[in-house]
C-alpha cells in the first residue's frame, strides 16, 4: 500500500525532491519557508485532463470547467486557468473582484453559495456575470429586487440538493437533506416557477454539487439522473433549461485513494448526458480540488527533533494557520523529506507546528530519516491549504511560488509582522 499520491510536476531525482527543474532545497533557502509550491505543468495538465473530454473530436465544445477559485484563489493560478479559457466559480465579491484582477471574463463566472449579499448581488450584476447558482426563495427574492432597481434581468439558476450520500467527510458533504445546501428535491418545480413569475430573473440553468473530496463516480450517476428528471419535468412545464452545472467534487489521492481519472469522470458523466437525450445541455464543471491539490506542497523546516515516553515530535516552522486540513478535518497529507539522509536512523515521528494548541499538527506517525535545520514537503496542499490559512498567533501567511520548468516565480510574498496590525487601533488616551 502506497502512502504517497500519484503526483505529475513534482518527483525525486539524486535523493532530492524537484518542482520540475528547480530542487526543493533550492527554493527553501531562496524564499525561506513556509513556501507553498505549485507546479504550473500540474495545474495545466489537470485543466486540459478536462477540456480533453469537454471539446469534441471536431473542435466543438460539450462542456466547460468553472474553475472554483474557493480552492485556491492566488492571482497567478487564475491568470494560468483564465488563459487557458477557464471559466469561474465564485462565492463572494471578494472572490469576484480577485478573478476579474487576474484576467477571467465575468461572462464566464457563475456565482454560488447561500448567503449573497445585496452588496455581492450589485457587483456580479454590474460586472454581467453568466449566471447566479440560488439556494432559496428569499435569495431568489432578493435578487429580482436588486436586479430591478438597476434595470438589470438576472440569470439564474436553482441549486438542486438532490439527496444523495457523495460517501465523503460529513463536513464536506453538501447534497444531503441535513445539509444546508441547495433547495430540496420536492420543492424545485415550485421554485422555478416562482422564479419564472419573476421579471428580473431570467432561468437559464440547473446546478448541483454534492460534496468534495468524491471519490466514486456513483454518487454523481445518481444525482445526475435525478436533476435530469427534473429538467424533463420542467420542460413539460414550459420551463426550458439552457445548461447544466453539475458542481465540482471530483477528489484525488492524498494516500493510496483511487478517484476515477479526470477525463474519464467527465467523460462518463456527459456520455451519459447524451445517451439520455440531453445533448443540447451545455454542460458545466466547478471542479477545485481536482485542478489544483495534487499541483501545490507546503514547503517547511524543521525546527527541533522533540523525544518523548509515548511520541516524538518533528516541530516544523509550518503550522495549522498554514495548513488548516489536518486540524480540521483530520486530514491526511503524506509528508516526505525533501533530502533523502540515509545516514540518519528512521524514527516515528509526529509532525507538528510551534501553535499553543494540541490541535496543531500536520501528520501524525510518519517515519523520517530527518535532523533539525532540514526541509520537509507537506505534499497534496495545493488545494483549501493557501486559502483557509489564517494569521493565528499573529502568524504573517506563507509565501507562494510557482515553478516553470526551471524558472520560480514568487506569486505571493510572505505577509511581515507589521501588515498583520497595520488596520488596528488602540482607544484614543
Ligand atoms: N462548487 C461548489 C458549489 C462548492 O461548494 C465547491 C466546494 C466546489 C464547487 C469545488 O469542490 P471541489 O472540486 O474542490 O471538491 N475545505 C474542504 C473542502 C470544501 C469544499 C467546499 N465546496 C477541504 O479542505 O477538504
Known amino acids: 500500500m502506497s502512502l504517497f499520491p500519484k503526483l505529475n510536476g ?49 473542435g466543438s465544445r460539450r462542456a466547460r470547467v468553472h474553475y472554483a477559485m474557493k480552492a485556491n484563489s492566488n492571482l497567478a493560478i487564475l491568470n494560468v486557468f483564465a488563459k487557458l479559457g477557464s471559466g469561474f466559480d465564485i462565492v463572494s465579491a471578494g472572490e469576484l473582484a480577485r478573478v476579474l484582477a487576474a484576467g477571467g471574463s465575468a461572462d464566464k463566472i457563475v456565482f454560488s453559495g447561500v448567503g449573497k449579499s445585496k452588496v455581492e448581488m450589485i457587483a456580479a450584476l454590474q460586472a454581467g456575470v453568466k449566471c447566479f447558482n440560488l439556494e432559496s426563495i428569499p435569495e431568489l427574492t432578493r435578487l429580482n429586487e436588486v436586479a430591478g432597481s438597476l434595470g438589470i434581468k438576472a440569470r439564474i439558476s436553482i441549486r438542486v440538493n438532490p439527496d444523495v450520500d457523495p460517501k465523503t467527510h ?56 435525478r436533476v435530469l428528471h427534473l429538467i424533463s419535468t420542467l420542460d413539460a412545464a414550459g420551463i426550458k433549461i439552457r445548461h447544466l452545472d453539475i458542481g465540482g467534487g471530483l477528489g484525488i489521492s492524498y494516500t493510496n ?16 448526458i447524451e445517451e439520455k437525450g440531453f445533448g443540447h445541455l451545455e454542460v458545466l464543471f466547478e471542479p477545485g480540488r481536482s485542478l489544483v491539490g495534487n499541483a501545490g506542497l507546503l514547503l517547511t523546516t524543521i525546527e527541533y527533533l522533540k523525544p518523548g515516553e509515548t511520541k516524538n515530535f518533528c516541530i516544523v516552522d509550518a503550522a495549522m494557520n498554514d495548513l488548516m486540513r489536518p486540524a480540521m478535518y483530520e486530514a491526511y497529507h503524506a509528508i516526505v523529506a525533501v533530502k533523502n539522509k540515509s545516514s540518519v536512523p528512521e524514527v516515528m515521528y509526529d509532525i507538528v507546528g510551534p501553535i499553543c494548541e494540541s490541535g496543531d499538527w500536520l501528520g501524525r506517525d510518519r517515519s523520517l530519516k530527518v535532523e533539525p535545520g532540514e526541509h520537509l514537503a507537506i505534499l497534496s496542499a495545493g488545494a483549501y491549504g493557501f486559502t483557509m490559512s489564517s494569521n493565528y498567533n499573529t502568524r504573517g501567511r506563507a509565501a507562494e511560488v510557482m515553478v516553470d520548468g526551471s524558472k520560480v516565480h514568487l506569486i505571493r510574498e510572505r505577509e511581515t509582522i507589521q501588515s498583520l496590525f497595520a488596520n488596528e487601533k488602540v482607544l484614543p488616551a
Open 10 to 58: 513534482f518527483f525525486i531525482r539524486h535523493d532530492l525532491w524537484h518542482a520540475e527543474e528547480v530542487s526543493l532545497a533550492t527554493i527553501a533557502e531562496q524564499f525561506g519557508t513556509p513556501t507553498y509550491v505549485y507546479s504550473k505543468k500540474a495545474l495545466t495538465d489537470a485543466f486540459n485532463a478536462y477540456e480533453t473530454a469537454c471539446i469534441r473530436t471536431d
Open 257 to 272: 485513494e483511487t478517484p476515477p481519472a479526470i477525463t474519464e469522470f467527465a467523460n462518463t458523466l456527459l456520455d451519459h
Open 170 to 225: 460529513p463536513y464536506i458533504s453538501t447534497g444531503l437533506k441535513g445539509n444546508k445546501f441547495g433547495i430540496a428535491y420536492d420543492d424545485v418545480i415550485a421554485t422555478y416557477q416562482a422564479a419564472s413569475t419573476m421579471p428580473f430573473c431570467e432561468i437559464v440553468g440547473i446546478d448541483c454539487h454534492i460534496g468534495s473530496q468524491i471519490t466514486e463516480i456513483s454518487p454523481y450517476m445518481d444525482a445526475l439522473d
